[in-house]
């Protein structure tokens, strides 16, 4: 997917415009929409379409806040039924960006295994107003190619996307952006005593890997880095502690879903360019109980030389996080964001429409977090954060144990995360927007690149 200016005046395909209350109208525009125009801004209806034998003309209206906006592009991208025709925008500069952001976020698809060429096809190019500024459209390419990686990641199976295959596909991002990146390989890993990484690993047959990414550009407002930690679990079964209902292992490649969300965040702040240095570490594994699996009851001994008895073996992104949230103190960062697929608690508290934050960062960082949310719509829901929570998280035989109570298990398992981070800390749980069974508005079936837009948002806005 393209975004680019409109060069020459085109016949066929779906030509939108917004808008402005200026009465001016692309050349090509039917002069019954024209005339309708008026009488159109004052109904109820957002949306206002004709179409002649080759062309779809589509008005859409002024005054709409910028997420109705995006919800409009999303109607479009729904109505477009010849994908290799041209998907012309123009009007209402202001406006624009967030209808084309819509309609760009709504037409992806993830096509890589249909053998029908006819179900591989999707909306290649959308094409502005020339008068939109080049700021603006390289903007909006960034974050659509930023959020479908992340789309892609979230949707591709296993049997492609090992811990060492998402690497290498993160390792791909340096050709791209701005941006250094290490991967680090089971000897390494073991070399650091990473234990909790080892430990969900021990199942199976597939080594695991850290991955390491670095954007630091030369006039970066924060003098020590912000660092975003992503769950990498590219396969969860619960291990021995299996899964128990049907249908819960259908879609655990999605468990990978924080990784893509830190990734996709680092990527598009590379990308754009943004005046902040940050750092994103990726411990990834799958989880399987085969092999020599680590077995509820084990006490392992992490990265940082806590113990922590194993209960719950399905409660194992917190045991990969927790290495590397103390491995995050190596680059002494003045904030500390993970993100991750934690808690079923997550959902089932707010359901798909945000991401639940906690933690003990400054309330301003939170208030940024929250209203960079409202912006891109891309939403947070601030959780409480008390120390009795942690109590939950004591163990009888060891310093902690890896699950809390059967109350608040996304608030517990943020203050099992806690104890592994020594700077100010936000925890972000996406369990809830991260994966989709159904289309809804622009965020597509399956992965939906959740986190992206918000970090970056956040990180443009960072004080």
């Known amino acids: 997917m393209i975004i680019k200016y409109i060069s020459a005046d085109a016949e066929k395909g779906t030509f939108v415009h917004i808008l402005d209350g200026t009465n001016q109208f692309p050349a090509n525009f039917p002069k019954e929409l024209i005339d309708a125009s008026a009488d159109f801004e004052k109904g109820s209806k957002n949306q206002l ?119 290498d596909e993160i390792k791909n991002l340096e050709k791209q952006a701005k941006l250094s990146v290490s991967v680090l390989g089971k000897a390494q890993i073991e070399a650091l005593k990473m234990g909790g990484l080892l430990a969900v690993n021990k199942g199976s047959i597939d080594p695991p890997t850290f991955t390491i990414v670095e954007y630091k550009p030369e006039n970066a407002k924060n003098k020590k880095p912000i660092v975003l930690v992503g769950k990498g679990v590219v396969y969860d079964t619960g291990g021995l502690s299996l899964k128990p209902t049907a249908g819960s292992m259908d879609v655990m490649k999605s468990d990978m879903g924080g990784a893509a969300a830190v990734i996709g965040a680092i990527y598009l702040a590379a990308m754009q360019e943004i005046d902040v240095h940050v750092i994103a570490l990726v411990p990834a594994t799958d989880n399987r109980p085969g092999l020599n699996a680590y077995a509820p009851g084990d006490v392992i001994t992490m990265y940082d030389g806590t113990t922590v008895e194993v209960l719950n073996t399905d409660a194992e992104g917190r045991m990969i996080l927790a290495d590397a949230l103390a491995y995050s103190k190596k680059y002494d960062p003045e904030l500390v964001i993970d993100a991750a697929t934690l808690t079923g608690a997550a959902l089932r508290a707010i359901g798909h429409h945000a991401a639940i934050v906690m933690g003990n960062a400054d309330q301003s960082k939170f208030d940024a977090l929250v209203e960079a949310g409202n912006t891109t719509f891309d939403r947070v829901v601030q959780f409480p954060f008390w120390d009795e929570y942690y109590d939950e998280m004591k163990s009888k035989i060891a310093d902690l144990k890896n699950i809390g109570g059967p109350n608040a298990g996304m608030i517990s398992a943020g203050k099992f995360l806690e104890h592994f981070v020594k700077a100010p800390y936000i925890h972000m749980d996406i369990a809830g927007p991260a994966w989709l069974d159904a289309t809804s508005t622009y965020h597509t079936a399956g992965g939906t690149g959740a986190g992206v837009r918000v970090l970056v948002e956040f990180l443009k806005n960072y004080k």
């Open 49 to 167: 379409q004709t179409a002649s034998l080759h062309a779809t003309y589509i008005l859409v209206k002024s005054g709409l806040d910028a997420e109705l906006y995006r919800k409009e592009g999303a109607k479009i991208a729904s109505k477009i039924e010849d994908l290799e025709q041209k998907v012309c925008v123009t009007g209402n500069l202001s406006s624009l960006p967030f209808l084309v952001e819509g309609l760009a976020l709504a037409s992806y698809k993830f096509t890589k295994y249909f053998t029908d060429e006819k179900k591989r096809k999707a909306i290649q190019e959308i094409l502005v107003d020339s008068k939109l500024s080049e700021n603006q459209l390289s903007e909006l390419n960034a974050t659509i190619k930023a959020v479908f990686w992340a789309r892609d990641m979230v949707n591709e199976p296993v049997s492609y996307l090992t811990a060492e295959k998402l690497s």
